[in-house]
Structure formats: structure tokens, C-alpha cells
T-cell receptor, first 116, second 114 residues
């Protein structure tokens, strides 16, 4: 258990409404990630964070913003949700092994978002 | 830039038969490579990883994968499929120790027939 909690786990919303997904970790890891999962596309990186207030874009960042005001929380916001953002969103943390970066990520259980 | 290609979005195997899932990668630096498994309605779980040590890597649940630099491949195998192996499998690559992102393939869904 990597101590990652995502909320909400399920959400249905309407086009044009704002949505915020929360990822909470209990282990004080520096790196946190948001991916989306869609059939045939695997997981695609939206944004990631390498520290408080330090974030960077991934390959599918358009329409999304993130914030990290404290180490344990990484928020993903859809300012105005669209149907193309219907997806399963996964948060992940990077945990070093014996102080070494092995690149391995640990994932939360996912948040299923439906935009009508 | 790094990328991953998984050949076959769906694979059907009989129980007891060999499982072979193919993964080819592209990376500008020596890569780290991963296989993850996802059971229905769950998150991703690490099966195994290659981080420049032994080229044949053994993971959980009887799976193993071999890193072949000349073929830029990291195929996943299991000698004998179990019903419990039915899941979706993802190959992923990062740019070695300096990498801070994982890039995933499109996934392969495995169906195990009795």
C-alpha cells in the first residue's frame, strides 16, 4: 500500500462545469503524477509535480491545471469539463528504493469521471 | 523522447498455455523498463522492472521479461497461464536514473480460456 487516496472515486458532471480531483499521499514523496486512462491509449501523463508549487506539463495537459500547495496533496482541475475528458484518472507517486531513483511509480485506485 | 509499442491490444490464451506479451520501446538514453498489471476496477500494480542489472527479470505471479537492447524489446512471458492472469498489462519506459516520467504503451488485455 503506497498510501495514496484519490477522491472522489466516481463523479458524473455536465459539460462546462469545473471539476477538481484530489490525490492525497501519506508518505511525503516529492514526485506526484496525474495520468488519464483511455481504451487503446494506455495511460497518458497530464501533469506532474516535483515539489510544493513545482509542476510541469505532460503530453495531454490541455484543458487541465494542477496545484500542489503542500507535499501531501496534488489537485487536478478541469476548469470547464468537456465530454472528451470522460476518462479514468490515476494519481501516482514515485518512491525511491534505497535512495535510488528506479523510476517506479505507485498508483492510486483511480477516479472515474463522466462528463455528460 | 521515449515511446512504447505493445503489439496486440487483445490476447487470448488457454489455461496452461504460454503467455507472451510483446513490448518494443524507443529511448534516447539507456532505459528503465516496467510491466504493470491492472485487474478490473483497480489501479496498476508493478509486475517487474528492468533497471540495467540482469537482462532477464523475474516478477510476481510467475512472470518474467527479457531486456534485449539490440531488438529494443522487453517482452513479458509466463510459461503456464492461470485463470487469475486475466487482466490488462501495460509496458512502460523511463529514461534511466535521470528520468522522472513513465511513458506507457497502449496496453494488452489478456483473456484466459478454460
Amino acid at each position: 500500500d503506497a498510501g495514496i487516496t484519490q477522491s472522489p472515486r466516481h463523479k458524473v458532471t455536465e459539460t462546462g462545469t469545473p471539476v477538481t480531483l484530489r490525490c492525497h499521499q501519506t508518505e511525503n514523496h516529492r514526485y506526484m503524477y496525474w495520468y488519464r486512462q483511455d481504451p487503446g491509449h494506455g495511460l497518458r501523463l497530464i501533469h506532474y509535480s516535483y515539489g510544493v508549487k513545482d509542476t510541469d506539463k505532460g503530453e495531454v495537459s490541455d484543458g487541465y491545471s494542477v496545484s500542489r500547495s503542500k507535499t501531501e496533496d496534488f489537485l487536478l482541475t478541469l476548469e470547464s469539463a468537456t465530454s472528451s475528458q470522460t476518462s479514468v484518472y490515476f494519481c501516482a507517486i514515485r518512491r525511491a528504493s534505497s535512495g535510488l531513483n528506479t523510476g517506479e511509480l505507485f498508483f492510486g485506485e483511480g477516479s472515474r469521471l463522466t462528463v455528460l | 523522447a521515449q515511446s512504447v509499442t505493445q503489439l496486440g491490444s487483445h490476447v487470448s490464451v488457454s489455461e496452461g498455455a504460454l503467455v507472451l506479451l510483446r513490448c518494443n520501446y524507443s529511448s534516447s538514453v539507456p532505459p528503465y523498463l516496467f510491466w504493470y498489471v491492472q485487474y478490473p476496477n483497480q489501479g496498476l500494480q508493478l509486475l517487474l522492472k528492468y533497471t540495467s542489472a540482469a537482462t532477464l527479470v523475474k516478477g510476481i505471479n510467475g512472470f518474467e521479461a527479457e531486456f534485449k537492447k539490440s531488438e529494443t524489446s522487453f517482452h513479458l512471458t509466463k510459461p503456464s497461464a492461470h485463470m487469475s492472469d486475466a487482466a490488462e498489462y501495460f509496458c512502460a519506459v523511463s529514461e534511466g536514473a535521470a528520468g522522472n516520467k513513465l511513458t506507457f504503451g497502449g496496453g494488452t488485455r489478456v483473456l484466459v480460456k478454460p
